[in-house]
């Protein structure tokens, strides 16, 4: 007899997590040997890392920072947020979403969501750009959530005709891709329609750096003054300085913060992103078998994601919606198996509404957190495993009728 909270099979007795990071031989041995350098800190992997992984998502520029929640923080600053900047996102994504423009003294605003992909509902946008004066907002932020890649062409000819900058927040989605008015495929991140992209490294991401995140960009401006940003805004550049006392002589010549990565997590990243490809099939394969499997399920309130886009799908999460969340929740982690909501909508946490937001704000993303429930999702995922989850799901349901 199985124990309660494990598996209800003889070869595996732990928790499935929702999600689980997936450290190979190699990485270890990538660690180790810059463990064994003279760089710990801030070496010459860092750069190995920012070249490779700007190749991968096809920007010119990519900064390594400490965590994806710097990489939002510094890219708010470069484009220069301060009080007064209204800045729109969603209110579906984890509260670094917004939160980074509010570091720097902004006013977020929220846009309600497309019921079909979660994403920021671009015509509701615009609706909402129609009825303020040009310049009203001078930012958005776009969130590729759960994986699900946004148009971002069609965001850039809004921020075209109303003048604003975008940041795409790419964080669930490294090797995702839209296809473009032109039939080009443009991959999360590559800048061709955003000035600035952020990608996290945390454990439950694609790629890990045990913490870490990435900005990339194709503007040059504001690639310089994110690698200073990043360092305290110390230069050393002879070029930039005002005076110079010797070799030893640096400027601090505004303020900035320490945001860097270090050699031991860029050696890790540079071998997981190695990984990435190989990784994002796997993923893709597991979705599509639980998608298989609970289409068969009959009689249940279940709503599996729309995955057959014809976009270039990142799959993150596995989201589905039911009416019978919080029992689904409950009854799966009696089972042994740790699902996760992804996301508390922003505007109804504590802290936001002392911004004058409350509940009926935004229905769509009220009504779809409602119901949404993150089912276990990562490239190690054993098929007993992924078996296990389905059959725990099939039994509920059929304990319903």
């Not at 900058?165 to 964080?171: F, L, P, Q, T």
């Not at 279940?302 to 596995?318: E, K, M, Q, R, T």
Request: charge should be positive; hydrophobic fraction near 35%.
């Amino acid at each position: 007899m199985a124990r309660c909270g494990s598996y209800q099979n003889d070869d595996v007795k732990k928790m499935i997590p929702y999600a689980r990071q997936n450290i190979t031989k190699n990485d270890i041995k990538s660690v180790v040997k810059v463990l064994k350098s003279d760089f710990l800190t801030q070496g010459p992997i860092i750069g190995r890392f920012e070249k490779a992984f700007a190749s991968y998502v096809g920007s010119k520029y990519s900064v390594a920072v400490s965590n994806g929640t710097a990489a939002l923080h510094l890219s708010a600053l470069a484009l220069g947020v301060h009080s007064g900047t209204r800045v729109i996102t969603t209110p579906i994504s984890f509260v670094a979403s917004s939160n980074c423009v509010l570091y720097c003294g902004g006013e977020i605003k929220f846009i309600d969501i497309n019921p079909d992909n979660y994403l920021l509902d671009i015509k509701k946008l615009e609706d909402f750009l129609k009825n303020k004066p040009k310049g009203y907002i001078k930012g958005l932020i776009v969130v590729d959530f759960a994986g699900y890649p946004a148009n971002m062409e069609s965001f850039h000819k809004l921020a075209l005709k109303y003048n604003f900058w975008i940041i795409e927040d790419a964080c669930h989605a490294p090797g995702g891709y839209f296809i473009d008015s032109r039939g080009v495929r443009q991959k999360c991140g590559n800048g061709k329609f955003s000035d600035l992209s952020v990608f996290s490294f945390h454990p439950v991401k694609h790629i890990t750096a045990g913490e870490g995140g990435m900005i990339t960009t194709n503007r040059r401006d504001l690639y310089k003054k994110i690698l200073s940003l990043r360092n305290h805004g110390i230069t050393k550049d002879a070029e930039k300085m005002v005076q110079s006392h010797g070799g030893w002589y640096y400027e601090m010549q505004e303020l900035g913060f320490n945001y860097r990565l270090t050699d031991i997590q860029a050696a890790l990243g540079v071998s997981q992103l190695k990984q990435a490809k190989n990784n994002l099939k796997k993923r893709k394969d597991i979705v599509r078998r639980y998608n298989e499997a609970f289409k068969k399920i009959k009689n249940a309130d279940l709503l599996c994601p729309n995955i057959d886009s014809g976009f270039g799908h990142a799959y993150h999460l596995y989201i589905i919606q039911t009416d019978k969340r919080k029992e689904l929740y409950e009854y799966l982690k009696i089972k042994g198996i740790n699902c996760q909501v992804h996301y508390i909508p922003i505007h109804l946490q504590p802290y936001y509404k002392k911004f004058g937001y409350k509940k009926g704000d935004f229905p769509v993303a009220e009504k779809y957190y409602e119901k949404c429930l993150s089912l276990p999702l990562f490239p190690s995922l054993k098929k007993k495993e992924q078996d296990y989850v389905i059959k725990s799901v099939e039994d509920f349901y059929e304990k319903q009728r």
